[in-house]
């Protein structure tokens, strides 16, 4: 796949933020609103106007001629829609911008918050690849990081989605949570690939400030895992998965072959995409936007008519974010592309600034293409490309 980094091509990918959640993980710091227990959107007028508003914003937002390719519901816990709610976005998105054949429409899911009728109808209305956030298969683990669902939970949401046909299925898996020791990983990757998912997700966990393990712990603290014990986790789960038939094709994604997620590779590909509701992130016209992350400030701005007021992205940062993101991916980056783009004297900057790893063994060209090589390259990339952007500083 050859990358071209334009600032000019079309979006024809969509992010959809839905912010609300039973009750906020301890970990989590995106823009979300807690509804309690309220399972679904029905019996919320909160969320009931929110899905207005945002239907507002897609409404006035420019299209720019090209149907969308990906559509990506993230949150929050969009289960929490009903299924009338799902069908009026995918209706506005599909009567603004067109929606292709065959497109890949993705949806965050959480145990416990949808039944047979939703997840089909869910599916009905064209979702066809479900990611669902199990995070852990050990009770005490689950509670520590509060969430609100049980590790039965898990299982019968898996029988749910596959008695729905949802041909593409992920699974989400964190490592390094308080208190987590390397037999529970392995149990948690062993129950994971025994589901059989599609794909599978596995986040390292980051103390995130404002959050309430912000709060409770500090890096490198106990009961937080020790960094060898998170670079054991790292490398267990890239062993299990990769034996059990998993490619490992970005930093924290494994994927069956023929499964990657097309959307996110849109995002490591550092190519346009819409981004709609509180807090989405959108990238067009070389633009890159955040909406406000308070419900009553976004409300505002979609009021006042959306309007994206900032600068188009520098070329220098535009090649830095290129790096960052197309690092990420096992393939790695097209050197020809990257010249073509910010030209051949920046190629060979970037391999001198990282002859170093090139010795240790972490980066390498093989076919045309810088990447990081798997896993001593993925684990130590933070460092890698820290000292990277320094140089090119």
């Given at each position: 796949m050859s990358q071209k980094f334009s600032i000019s091509e079309i979006a024809s990918s969509a992010y959809v933020h839905i912010p609300f959640c039973r009750r906020r993980c301890f970990y989590c710091d995106f823009p979300v609103s807690v509804v309690g227990d309220r399972l679904r959107g029905e019996t919320s007028g909160t969320i009931s106007q929110y899905v207005e508003v945002l239907c507002q914003e897609?409404?006035?937002?420019?299209?720019?001629?090209?149907?969308?390719?990906?559509?990506?519901?993230?949150?929050?816990?969009?289960?929490?829609?009903?299924?009338?709610?799902?069908?009026?976005?995918?209706?506005?998105?599909?009567?603004?911008?067109?929606?292709?054949?065959?497109?890949?429409?993705?949806?965050?899911?959480?145990?416990?918050?949808?039944?047979?009728?939703?997840?089909?109808?869910y599916r009905n209305v064209g979702v066809n690849r479900v990611s669902l956030g199990v995070q852990a298969f050990q009770s005490e683990l689950l509670q520590r990081a509060g969430r609100s669902h049980s590790v039965e939970d898990i299982f019968a949401a898996v029988e749910l989605i596959h008695q729905v046909e949802i041909p593409e299925f992920s699974l989400d898996l964190i490592s390094g949570l308080p208190h987590q020791s390397l037999d529970q990983w392995q149990d948690s990757l062993e129950k994971a690939v025994a589901l059989v998912p599609t794909h599978i997700s596995i986040y390292d966990l980051t103390i995130e400030p404002g959050t309430a393990f912000g709060r409770y712990y500090k890096p490198g603290d106990t009961p937080m895992p020790t960094d060898e014990a998170t670079v054991k986790m790292y490398q267990m789960g890239q062993q299990v998965l990769t034996s059990a038939g998993y490619e490992h094709y970005e930093i924290s994604n494994y994927a069956q072959p023929g499964h990657q997620c097309r959307h996110n590779r849109v995002y490591w590909e550092n190519r346009p995409y819409y981004g709609f509701g509180m807090g989405a992130a959108s990238y067009v016209d070389g633009k890159r936007f955040t909406r406000p992350r308070k419900t009553r400030e976004y409300y505002q701005w979609v009021q006042a008519g959306g309007v994206i007021d900032c600068d188009v992205t520098p070329p220098k940062e535009v090649l830095l974010e290129t790096l960052m993101l197309g690092l990420r991916l096992a393939e790695g980056l097209s050197l020809a592309a990257l010249a073509e783009a910010f030209g051949e004297e920046k190629v060979e900057e970037i391999c001198w600034c990282l002859q170093e790893y090139f010795d240790k063994g972490w980066v390498e060209v093989a076919g045309g293409r810088l990447r990081l090589i798997d896993p001593q390259g993925f684990l130590f990339s933070n460092v890698v490309l820290a000292e990277l952007f320094e140089k090119l500083e």
């Open positions: 897609i409404a006035i937002t420019p299209a720019l001629g090209q149907p969308l390719k990906t559509i990506f519901f993230g949150g929050g816990t969009p289960s929490l829609l009903s299924i009338e709610q799902l069908q009026r976005i995918v209706t506005e998105l599909e009567k603004h911008f067109g929606i292709a054949s065959g497109a890949e429409i993705s949806m965050e899911i959480d145990p416990a918050t949808f039944d047979l009728a939703h997840i089909a109808g």
